[in-house]
Nanobody, 127 residues
Framework: VQLQASGGGLVQAGGSLRLSCAAS????????MGWFRQAPGKEREFVAA????????YYGDSVKGRFTVSRDNAKNTVYLQMNSLKPEDTAVYYC?????????????????????WGQGTQVTVSS
């Protein structure tokens, strides 16, 4: 299984970025996908998740109303649209696939529920 995250970069506060995560080696449409982030010196933090069919989404409190997770099962890709970015959003962003098929929700915010991870993409928001 390979997860390839892309789309990170440097943006000013208030700006937007869209992250993509292309998956291969798994039946993508069967798995809940998550986005997490990790800033230097901090623990990995849940950002967003989307269930296998794309009809249920979940967000961390710090990004609700600003970030939107979506997926295109035909393209084996999950997206994270990030608007109204803040300096505190600066982190390496990781995509991950859930360890069990056909999960909707569950402990979606827990990193240990995900068994495959992408390499991460850096997002830096300047003030």
């Amino acid at each position: 299984v390979q997860l390839q995250a892309s789309g990170g970069g440097l943006v000013q506060a208030g700006g937007s970025l869209r992250l993509s995560c292309a998956a291969s080696g798994l039946t993508f449409s069967s798995y809940q996908m998550g986005w997490f982030r990790q800033a230097p010196g901090k623990e990995r933090e849940f950002v967003a998740a989307i269930n296998w069919g794309g009809f249920a989404t979940y967000y961390g409190d710090s990004v609700k109303g600003r970030f939107t997770v979506s997926r295109d099962n035909a393209k084996n890709t999950v997206y994270l649209q990030m608007n109204s970015l803040k300096p505190e959003d600066t982190a390496v962003y990781y995509c991950a696939s859930h360890r069990r098929a056909y999960v909707s929700g569950g402990y979606y915010y827990t990193p240990s529920e995900y068994d495959y991870w992408g390499q991460g993409t850096q997002v830096t928001v300047s003030s």
